[in-house]
Antibody, heavy 121, light 107 residues
Framework: QVQLQESGPGLVKPSETLSLTCTVS????????WSWIRQPPGGGLEWIGY???????NYNPSLKSRVTMSVDTSKNHFSLTLSSVTAADTAMYYC???????????????WGQGTPVTVSS | DIQLTQSPSFLSASVGDRVTITCRAS??????LAWYQQKPGKAPQVLIY???TLQSGVPSRFSGSGSGTEFTLRISSLQPEDFATYYC?????????FGQGTRLEIK
């Protein structure tokens, strides 16, 4: 059973860069798509983007100018950086994937538990 | 972006009730729609995908229907563990988008 686990600082200062890592266990990352999704307090879900195991990416245009994703399949993890953060970036950040789901990797059958990030000075 | 609008946003119901949640897409998405359940403090869990296919392990009281722009999630007989927030998600066009959520509470 594939498991995902987010890690990273829980507090980031305004204008700085948020950096998170998702570690994948229980299966290979190869040939699958891996996404980041966030949820502000009391709010809904926002897809941030995905990275394929080869390193190709697709970002949500609403965040594209500030988002970078990377992957290291040898270490079984992928990462998110979000630059120039503001209070509006305060959210629970999830990594997720369908990882071979019959409807594709964008049906998110696997989720991390989430990591809360607060943007505050 | 494809906008997904769920109705209602809030629903109060009793154990044993049958409930229906609707998700409308701003443009046609064929059957590229999934439904998720989220409980407080937990990550969402997929219930339905491809509009009407039940995810493995999900109770059969959950069902989905629809295609194009209008979709429905039905719960045939509410159980105490079903009180949660439900989201629809389209995965046919990038960016992937979610509905705003429907909070289902115990009456």
């Amino acid at each position: 059973q594939v498991q995902l686990q987010e890690s990273g600082p829980g507090l980031v200062k305004p204008s700085e860069t948020l950096s998170l890592t998702c570690t994948v266990s229980g299966g290979s990352m190869n040939t699958y798509y891996w996404s980041w999704i966030r949820q502000p307090p009391g709010g809904g879900l926002e897809w941030i983007g995905y990275i394929y195991s080869s390193g190709s990416t697709n970002y949500n245009p609403s965040l594209k100018s500030r988002v970078t994703m990377s992957v290291d399949t040898s270490k079984n993890h992928f990462s998110l950086t979000l630059s120039s953060v503001t209070a509006a970036d305060t959210a629970m950040y999830y990594c997720a994937s369908g990882r071979g789901h019959e409807s594709g990797d964008n049906v998110f059958a696997y989720w991390g538990q989430g990591t809360p990030v607060t943007v505050s000075s | 972006d494809i906008q997904l609008t769920q109705s209602p946003s809030f629903l109060s119901a009793s154990v044993g009730d049958r409930v229906t949640i609707t998700c409308r897409a701003s443009q046609g998405i064929s059957s590229y729609l999934a439904w998720y359940q989220q409980k407080p403090g937990k990550a969402p869990q997929v219930l339905i995908y491809a509009a009407s296919t039940l995810q493995s392990g999900v109770p059969s009281r959950f069902s989905g229907s629809g295609s194009g722009t209008e979709f429905t999630l039905r719960i045939s007989s509410l159980q105490p563990e079903d009180f949660a927030t439900y989201y629809c998600q389209q995965f046919g066009t990038y960016p992937i988008t979610f509905g705003q959520g429907t909070r289902l509470e115990i009456k």
